[in-house]
């Protein structure tokens, strides 16, 4: 993945969209990312701050239509346009 991604989104934070976009809630992200519950709530924050988005909905929508996520996920190959 390119270091020039759109928003500056660390690999953490194209995790946590990815994971999003599978459904998971925000207990089930942190254990998958073995982060603590509320550093992942600080980490949903920046995101939104990022992507000047103010839900967890807006954030997947954005991260769809940035393309920034990985090849191999397949929301990234849905044309959401």
Do not use: C, H
């Amino acid at each position: 993945m390119s270091s020039e991604r759109p928003y500056a989104l660390t690999d953490l934070e194209v995790s946590i969209i990815e994971l999003l976009l599978d459904g998971f809630d925000d207990g089930e992200m942190a254990l998958q990312l073995n982060l603590a519950y509320d550093d992942l709530g600080n980490s949903l924050q920046a995101i939104m701050l990022k992507m000047d988005t103010r839900s967890r909905t807006e954030v997947a929508i954005e991260g769809l239509k940035a393309g920034i996520l990985k090849d191999d996920n397949n929301w990234a190959r849905r044309n959401f346009s």
